[in-house]
């Protein structure tokens, strides 16, 4: 079966996002104004529309100037509310198919220090979720689903349809391109699927989120490529350049638009994110064992940005089965990230008492006020 194609390009013009106090409703008005072009797909399919959609839910509690700390330099935001990478399947896909990697590549070190010191409280990260039952109407978090990725195929799957209309397959190549899209389709449920059902209310639990996150897009990927592979290795010399021509307009497009530098650049930027170290003592005062258990967490980290920044992928992966492959990369240099940093904030943590905890916490939020 042929799934349905998700449009390129297009949205609305976008206004300037205001913020207030976050409550559910808050939340959800963050939202509704883009609500309808969510379920038809026409806004995910953009990831400056994205990028957009995902800096309105991710301050909507903002009090501060018009952006956030944890802000990525495309604009989005990798953290919102409760969830790690939004519209993680779309930025996958954008990079793999189109060639379009400023969402996916955005992804890095910034992303596992506001994990650490996470930019919301326990009460505003709640209001993220599903409210319960209220009367005889349910308050849904329909908003929350579609950035954690709607299981809807039009919007989800890959573009199935203009790939075939580009490569003009046979019966054969056809049914690999088939099960291309029925992969894509499951592959985007599992990430669906790994959308937070609950509030990390400390460090070490953030860090786990976004462990079990990442683990899921792998498997995606894992999903995926291989029948991207058998596909694309079933095409002509002639049918892989019109497929690889799809990304070709795209890729010029944001090296035009994008002033601010190539991916690489913005990937390896260096995020001017000062260690509180003047924070954690006013507020924790830590003993020596604490202090030397902070100063590993500390280096660990240090290892971690360098490490994330030096696998920054080239520009010039120029198909899909090696941008897909670039992707599996990334997420593995990101996964061991994520799993150092986490270990070594784990032993840090379990040295702190239950204030020492509290104090430490209210570290991000406070920036944030």
Not at 342 to 350: G, I, S, T, V
Request: glycine fraction near 10%.
């Amino acid at each position: 079966m042929r799934f349905s194609t998700v449009a390129r390009h297009g949205g609305p013009n976008f206004g300037q996002i205001r913020n207030a106090a976050v409550r559910p409703a808050n939340f959800r008005n963050a939202l509704n104004a883009h609500s309808g072009a969510l379920r038809n797909g026409r806004l995910i399919s953009n990831p400056a529309a994205r990028a957009q959609i995902a800096a309105a839910a991710a301050l909507a509690g903002w009090h501060g100037a018009s952006s956030g700390w944890w802000q990525h330099a495309g604009g989005g935001y990798g953290w919102v509310g409760p969830l790690f990478w939004p519209f993680a399947y779309n930025d996958l896909y954008d990079y793999a198919i189109w060639g379009d990697g400023v969402g996916f590549w955005g992804y890095g070190y910034p992303d596992i220090y506001a994990g650490i010191f996470g930019p919301y409280g326990y009460d505003r990260l709640s209001a993220y979720l599903p409210q319960r039952p209220q009367g005889r109407r349910q308050a849904r978090g329909v908003a929350l689903d579609q950035l954690c990725g709607s299981d809807r195929r039009e919007i989800v799957g890959l573009p199935i349809d203009q790939i075939a209309a580009v490569v003009q397959p046979t019966d054969a190549q056809g049914a690999s391109l088939d099960d291309l899209g029925n992969a894509s389709i499951q592959a985007a449920e599992m990430i669906r699927a790994s959308c937070p059902a609950q509030v990390a209310a400390t460090a070490p639990g953030r860090l786990a989120a976004m462990q079990q996150r990442i683990e899921a897009m792998e498997r995606a990927v894992d999903l995926v490529q291989p029948a991207l592979d058998r596909f694309y290795g079933s095409l002509t010399d002639e049918q892989k350049a019109r497929f690889n021509a799809l990304a070709e307009d795209q890729r010029r497009g944001t090296a035009s638009n994008n002033a601010g530098g190539s991916l690489v650049q913005n990937c390896g930027a260096s995020a001017a994110l000062d260690w509180p170290g003047a924070d954690i003592e006013a507020r924790l005062h830590p003993d020596g064992t604490q202090r030397a258990a902070l100063q590993v967490l500390q280096d660990t980290s240090a290892r971690v940005s360098a490490s994330l920044k030096a696998a920054c992928q080239p520009n010039d992966v120029m198909t899909p089965p090696a941008r897909m492959a670039a992707v599996r990369k990334r997420l593995d240099v990101m996964l061991d990230g994520v799993k150092s940093v986490r270990a070594a904030l784990e032993d840090f943590y379990a040295t702190l008492n239950d204030e020492q905890k509290a104090q430490f916490e209210a570290i991000g939020p406070r920036r944030t006020s």
